[in-house]
């Protein structure tokens, strides 16, 4: 059975009572970007990160246009990427103008990257079509400063669609889990790579399941061990849906493990983290089927048992005005509560907007360590 919380406006913030147990806490859904007849979208492609209470997010603006169908952003104009930071754990946001344009081409990295500074911070982007290369630029300063474009190989792949997946494995080592075009050049399939020489060289490690009839792209990984990784599946065959998979030597091979969401609507990428308590923290968005038909959500399951087996679904946010929202990236701040950053719309004639929302996932005994 699914849970849903009413929202309602409080002293000028929008809130609702969300909490996976216990009594709930007023959820909070705080406004990160929102411009008139701008476009703001897809944190899923940019990346988050965070340093207790102080998180940066990452995410696309554009032009707003209504259309027909596709994302309601005008491709003939010009747009580009923006951070925002938070110091006080999602409270309030302030814009930041990042390095990152696509059009400088990208050299080989150098290499001697340390993946394990406490302010290390690391953005995978896509190129411009499925059949292209990719970038990657490092911080290590909470992304004030980077350092990049930097090349990404194709690890012998028609084309490398990347997203922000990694995983700090040493000071020289970090595996970084991406998207690959298939055998016949469509999207998409996930794969393994890592570097052990702090980005100079790059070296594929695993195809992650079968090739699909369809597409298998925009991993989500947290590590349970030093040699056992899960992930999650953005599917889309017709219906749209998150599979797990598990690896047991390290990204090596890897086992389809379950079906945590079963229906994404029109699909949206997820996002896992592990929480403090051992719990795993699953978000996403469902998007209505239809390019007009408002009712898309944000939302969330959770699991005590490492991902053998997931919470009823928990509405984060709902009423959206159409499909063209979700993408979210999450994160656990110091208190415990958790900030679910997406895009979304209230109308499906206005603005897509960056949102954030502040919930509670109550507590809970996690698997033993």
């Given at each position: 059975?699914?849970?849903?919380?009413?929202?309602?406006?409080?002293?000028?913030?929008?809130?609702?009572?969300?909490?996976?147990?216990?009594?709930?806490?007023?959820?909070?859904?705080?406004?990160?970007?929102?411009?008139?007849?701008?476009?703001?979208?897809?944190?899923?492609?940019?990346?988050?990160?965070?340093?207790?209470?102080?998180?940066?997010?990452?995410?696309?603006?554009?032009?707003?246009?209504?259309?027909?169908?596709?994302h309601a952003i005008d491709t003939?104009?010009?747009?580009?990427?923006?951070?925002?930071?938070?110091?006080?754990?999602?409270?309030?946001?302030?814009?930041?103008?990042?390095?990152?344009?696509?059009?400088?081409?990208?050299?080989?990295?150098?290499?001697?990257?340390?993946?394990?500074?406490?302010?290390?911070?690391?953005?995978?982007?896509?190129?411009?079509?499925?059949?292209?290369?990719?970038?990657?630029?490092?911080?290590?300063?909470?992304?004030?400063?980077?350092?990049?474009?930097?090349?990404?190989?194709?690890?012998?792949?028609?084309?490398?669609?990347?997203?922000?997946?990694?995983?700090?494995?040493?000071?020289?080592?970090?595996?970084?889990?991406?998207?690959?075009?298939?055998?016949?050049?469509?999207?998409?399939?996930?794969?393994?790579?890592?570097?052990?020489?702090?980005?100079?060289?790059?070296?594929?490690?695993?195809?992650?399941?079968?090739?699909?009839?369809?597409?298998?792209?925009?991993?989500?990984?947290?590590?349970?061990?030093?040699?056992?990784?899960?992930?999650?599946?953005?599917?889309?065959?017709?219906?749209?849906?998150?599979?797990?998979?598990?690896?047991?030597?390290?990204?090596?091979?890897?086992?389809?493990?379950?079906?945590?969401?079963?229906?994404?609507?029109?699909?949206?990428?997820?996002?896992?983290?592990?929480?403090?308590?051992?719990?795993?923290?699953?978000?996403?968005?469902?998007?209505?089927?239809?390019?007009?038909?408002?009712?898309?959500?944000?939302?969330?399951?959770?699991?005590?048992?490492?991902?053998?087996?997931?919470?009823?679904?928990?509405?984060?946010?709902?009423?959206?005005?159409?499909?063209?929202?979700?993408?979210?990236?999450?994160?656990?701040?110091?208190?415990?509560?958790?900030?679910?950053?997406?895009?979304?719309?209230?109308?499906?004639?206005?603005?897509?907007?960056?949102?954030?929302?502040i919930w509670d996932p109550g507590?809970?005994?996690?698997?033993?360590?």
């Amino acid at each position: 059975m699914r849970r849903y919380y009413p929202a309602f406006i409080l002293a000028g913030i929008l809130t609702a009572c969300v909490c996976a147990q216990g009594p709930a806490i007023p959820a909070q859904h705080v406004m990160i970007y929102h411009e008139p007849g701008r476009f703001g979208g897809w944190p899923a492609n940019n990346g988050i990160w965070s340093w207790g209470d102080e998180i940066v997010v990452g995410f696309h603006w554009g032009y707003f246009q209504v259309r027909e169908k596709g994302h309601a952003i005008d491709t003939t104009r010009p747009g580009g990427s923006l951070l925002a930071r938070s110091l006080d754990g999602g409270q309030t946001w302030k814009l930041e103008t990042p390095p990152f344009d696509a059009a400088v081409v990208p050299v080989d990295c150098p290499g001697g990257i340390d993946f394990t500074h406490p302010d290390f911070a690391m953005t995978l982007r896509a190129g411009s079509t499925i059949n292209s290369a990719s970038r990657f630029y490092y911080s290590s300063d909470r992304g004030r400063t980077w350092k990049g474009p930097f090349k990404l190989p194709l690890f012998g792949q028609k084309g490398i669609a990347a997203r922000t997946d990694y995983l700090v494995n040493g000071k020289r080592d970090c595996m970084v889990f991406l998207t690959a075009s298939k055998s016949d050049g469509k999207e998409g399939r996930a794969i393994a790579t890592r570097t052990r020489d702090g980005g100079k060289t790059w070296k594929f490690t695993a195809y992650i399941g079968e090739e699909p009839k369809g597409y298998a792209i925009m991993p989500s990984t947290v590590r349970l061990s030093s040699k056992r990784l899960l992930t999650m599946i953005r599917r889309n065959d017709g219906p749209c849906w998150i599979d797990a998979y598990l690896s047991d030597d390290n990204g090596k091979t890897w086992q389809f493990l379950n079906r945590p969401e079963a229906d994404t609507g029109w699909g949206n990428p997820p996002h896992l983290i592990k929480l403090r308590d051992g719990r795993f923290c699953l978000t996403y968005g469902y998007r209505t089927k239809g390019y007009k038909i408002p009712g898309s959500e944000i939302r969330a399951r959770l699991s005590s048992d490492r991902g053998a087996t997931w919470s009823d679904e928990i509405t984060l946010r709902g009423n959206g005005g159409d499909w063209d929202i979700g993408y979210p990236r999450t994160v656990q701040r110091s208190d415990g509560r958790i900030v679910t950053v997406y895009y979304f719309n209230d109308d499906t004639a206005k603005e897509r907007y960056i949102a954030a929302t502040i919930w509670d996932p109550g507590k809970g005994q996690g698997p033993a360590r």
